[in-house]
């Protein structure tokens, strides 16, 4: 049958067509419970009360982030780098007793408080995925002005030997040049990097001003290699001249084209030589500040050793107020004036600091000029930069001639914020054609419309560049990687009509004789018509009589614009037999719904909620357009050492249970009556779901199994000869005697050991091989776990991974507080749009091939990706390697086919096709690269090399391709410039502040408190997510809500993340795509506490709350839709966790300020740059 097309009536594709219907989003998380120990990854529960933290053990610091690379090398001062790390100290101040361990009891009647509070994503430092201002030559429009990111401050700390020179910023065409003053500071007398005196600094560790308290950090691990792992250096002696590439656009820095000529040229740099740095060993240090312990004195007060924020603390008198011991000021946001300080100006909204540029839009919170992306006026004049203009939070508490000195200002290194501002005021308003090759798209931030006219949507394919090599030589010296992030069964906006379903009839898709390429736009037809010659393989075809048409007199054929094959990227075939399994077609997929009934499941209330929302969602599984009811057929298992099977065939009166106690060989006990259509078997299975609950209501069964329930789903499903999806609720570690039964092998002691990478690793291969049994069935799992205690997430998430399924978590589960969360998570889960028994291989020209793949499916040979169920949601990242030269000529092409069974049973094949540009030389690469998917595809290449590699040796192959990338466009296509500044391309200028993001998430640099599941949990998800969700997730959307228009849906312009940024007079909200934090500054006012809470004060805001209360105003209105327009927009329902600043959550919140230094040894963004700098330059000498 025809759906979705009419042939040879003219462009049919033009009209309007039923869209993917737009879901409803959920999130992750869990409830805290009394007398249960404290959650230790709150990151994923819900928020938790009355706990008090605590610091960490005394003496214990915190290993750190950045190992440098051993002796000190020739730098000019800028560069310079110096041993022990000092930072700022975020805790509150606590009575300095040792942090417990975690899993301490909580008293009776006390609700226990984890880090992360229940529900607290702690997904590791979101990495912002913020897409970059691209000048592309092959760009149709890019309407505007070049884009000028505006500059914000965040709290800076130096790596490496000792400054001896002040920074100085020039802005400099070339792209972020930072140069160096030769005017040397004398440094502050109690700051730990004088000249040198007592202690002698350890090998590998650097030092760091920063804000709030300084507290030494031992190093991480030994010193990396001055070489990346495999990654040919380039080389460049300092001060060479680089040669300037040939482009359209300026490279990114810091300074921007038309401002260039004020700037005066960098000033020649008073060069630091070897001898210029303290000796590197046997040096001593002055006195530390009064108060901070030196390694292994003991620490009392407040540390930073906690690595996400706060670690689960010794139960402690619940209290609603501030901590016992006096709060540091550094907690309490921006620092009070000082009157003896320059710089401080007191802001209009209450809170201290520097005054600062403006922020895109961004009002009278931050007087100055604001110059950015399309607005015009005279570009500020230049900056010198003075340091001690800019406020550090514990300045108050130092005598005047200790300042210590800040070298680069915040606001002048590239900004997330600006550059996604600038992207949407240049590309937001026009529609993105696709018809041209290697065209760049608008970023994943922006808001367009996409026209379909030849290359598959941004929506399908991202690319981590649009403009490949020609030869291998030139990818691996630029060490780009060449990769695709590809969603084929993408949801689209409604504007946007979904693929045309194209019917060939018996004869089947016309493809290539040779390579078996699907017919595309870009096959060229010879002699006439008859035949065609694939862009793939070069191989000729003929052209099947029934498909013949003349060609007009450019050599296109007359029926282009009638078929969707011929003029779209992207589109559908309806798959004939040959395409079946065993030659057969494929019976409507089924639905099995496995419900653990051990007594944890029954005592939280987890199995009366799940009976009563499967009464109502069961109406609204998926179907096709207009069908009245869906195909898919549904069945019943619960379990707990044994299976129970339901007979709920519709001739029955009653339901009927059947037991299957022989878990080793499991089988079905029925055929007829377990799967079954809704509505035949309504009044059965309602029956059913109302019993459930209550004959498992005294059950003291604890144990549990996990693999016999998916044998027994899958040999359901083999019975039936359908694919299908089993949602199972699984509670706790399947310890019963069982085929997969696991212990439980969770050791702290292995963190930061060559051994971490077992804790990743499945405990037994027995769930590889089960998951590949589902694959071959088409049986597909998705898995939603309730934990209160360690359950193997890297064993039990190998069968939902590797099926196409998803995986959920909620730890420490609470009805009144996760319900929601849960159940809008469910309802998505059974209601979008799913290919079942699919195969995907993606086909490219001559020259490239696909070589590597990662996402959640299986495969059994080097070129087929197998799904047992592939939904809307799901991504597979490709990356491609050279096998021949590229001709600039005719560029290189893609073609992704996935061959799936429709919810309704009907076999069919998805094709998107792309076209990319090739070029020869270096500039044009760099040109054409898209940052956001290649922070996704570099997050995905880390986070599934934890399995087999030591994870700081996944950090630092990390950090040195993104230096061997940066050098060598610093050597082959910048202008020549001083060693001493730091250039980078303009598409990549945010390549260091995301990829700081990722380096500092859970996986990589977790806190003590980070269990390993959540480690596991947050692995398999970031490796399933698009661009977009990464992009959220490493640098979450921070959003001032005093600045909303009422008038207007448009949203208050966002906000860098960094604590600098936050007023106590104004009220934020924070997105990461798995929660939504809403904080609230001390000193907001009390109207819009009232508008917002229902409450008259700041005091009465109850953290505990979930939802926010329907009050009828403008301002409440508002913010409820912001919020549930966000949850529309992400996979997950985003939990809303309370944050009123001082309150304990608000340590949470600021890991997630990702600009700043973190609590467990991440970098600043400041200090990540200069480190970046550094290892740039070790590359180019």
Known sequence: MSVNQQTHTGPPYGQPQPGYAGYLQPGYGGQQIPNVPASQYGAYNGPVTGYQQTGPPQGYFPPLGFPPKGSPVSLDSDASFTPNFIGSLRAPTTSGAPASTSGTLVPPGQQAYSQFGQGDVRNGIPASTVPLQRPSASQQFIPGPAPTPITQPATFQQYGPPPTSTQQLTNHMAGMQIGSVSASVPAPAGLGYGPPTSVPPASGSFSATGSGQYVPYSSQGPP?????????????????????????????????????????????????????????????????????????????????????????????????????????????????????????????????????????????????????????????????????????PQLNELPPQQKPRHRIDPDAIPSPIQVIEDDRNNRGSEPFVTGVHGQVPPLVTTNFLVKDQGNASPRYIRCTSYNIPCTSDMAKQSQVPLAAVIKPLAALPTEEAPPYLVEHGESGPIRCNRCKAYM???????????????????????????????????????????????????????????????????????????????????????????????????????????????????????????????????????????????????????????????????????????????????????????????????????????????????????????????????????????????????????????????????????????????????????????????????????????????????????????GFDAVMRVRTSTGIRATDFFGAFYMSNTTDVELAGLDCDKTITVEFKHDDKLSEDSGALLQCAVLYTSCVGQRRLRIHNLSLNCCTQLADLYRNCETDTLINYLAKFAYRGVQNNPVKAVRDTLINQCAQILACYRKNCASPSSAGQLILPECMKLLPVYLNCVLKSDMLQPGSEVTTDDRSYIRQLVTSMDVAETNVFFYPRLLPLTKIDHNSDSLPPAIRNSEERLSKGDIYLLENGLNIFLWIGVNVQQGLIQNLFGVASFSQISSSMCTLPILDNPFSKRVRSIIDMFRSQRSRYMKLLIVKQEDKLDLLFKHFLVEDKSMNGGASYVDFLCHMHKEIRQLLS
């Open 520 to 834: 595309c736009p870009f096959m060229q037809f010879i002699e006439g018509g008859r035949r065609f010659q694939c862009c793939f393989c070069s191989c000729v075809t003929e052209v099947p009589s029934h498909y013949f048409q003349h060609l007009d007199h450019t050599g296109r054929r007359v029926d282009y614009y009638d078929r969707p094959e011929l003029s779209l990227g992207s589109y559908e075939f309806l798959a004939t037999v040959d395409y079946c399994k065993n030659n057969k077609y494929p019976n409507p997929p089924a639905y099995i719904f496995m419900i653990d009934v051990s007594y944890n499941a029954i005592r939280s209330g987890l199995v009366r909620l799940i009976c009563e929302e499967l009464k109502t969602l069961l109406d609204y599984l998926p179907r096709e357009g207009s069908m009245e009811e869906s195909a898919i057929r549904v069945g019943f298992v619960t379990y707990n050492k044994v299976l129970h099977f339901y007979n709920v065939k519709s001739s029955l009166a009653q339901p009927q249970m059947m037991v299957v106690s022989d878990v080793v060989d499991m089988f079905v006990p029925l055929l007829d009556g377990f799967l079954v259509n809704v509505n035949e078997s309504r009044t059965v299975f309602t029956s059913l779901l109302d019993q459930i609950p209550d004959m498992f209501a005294d059950t003291r069964e604890t144990e549990t199994v996990f693999a016999p329930v998916i044998q027994a789903g899958m040999e359901a499903l083999k019975a039936a000869e359908c694919a299908g999806k089993l949602f199972i609720f699984h509670t706790s570690l399947p310890i019963a005697e069982a085929p997969g039964k696991l212990k439980n092998r969770d050791d702290k002691k292995l963190i930061n050991t060559d051994k971490e990478k077992t804790l990743f690793q499945p405990q037994t291969g027995f769930y590889n091989n089960l998951a590949k049994e589902c694959v071959t069935q088409g049986c597909c799992v998705d898995l939603f776990l309730f934990p209160n205690q360690y359950l193997d997430v890297a064993t039990l998430g190998v069968v939902p991974c590797q099926t196409g399924g998803s995986l959920y978590k909620y730890t420490y589960f609470q009805v009144e507080t996760d319900q929601e969360r849960f159940l809008n998570d469910l309802r998505r889960d059974v209601q979008k749009e799913v």
């Open 224 to 392: 990396p290699p001055n070489v990346p792992h495999g990654l040919p250096p380039t080389t460049l002696s300092q001060g060479l001249p680089v040669a300037q590439p040939a482009i359209s656009g300026p490279p990114s820095a810091l300074h921007f084209p038309h401002q260039a000529p004020r700037f005066a040229p960098p000033p020649t740099s008073a060069g630091v030589g070897a001898s210029n740095f303290p000796p590197a060993t046997g040096v001593s240090r002055p006195p530390p500040m009064q108060g901070t312990p030196l390694p292994g004195q003991a620490a009392t007060g407040p540390l930073t050793s906690q690595p996400n924020h706060v670690t689960s603390p010794p139960p402690q008198p619940a209290l609603a107020g501030p901590p016992a011991a006096p709060p540091m000021t550094g907690l309490q946001g921006p620092p009070p004036s000082h009157p003896s300080q320059p710089g401080y100006a007191l802001q209009q909204n209450g809170s201290f600091g520097q005054s600062r540029g403006v922020q895109p839009n961004y009002g009278p919170a931050y007087p100055g000029p604001a110059n950015y992306g399309s607005q015009q006026g005279p570009p500020p004049p230049p900056k010198r930069l003075d340091p001690d203009s800019i406020p550090s």
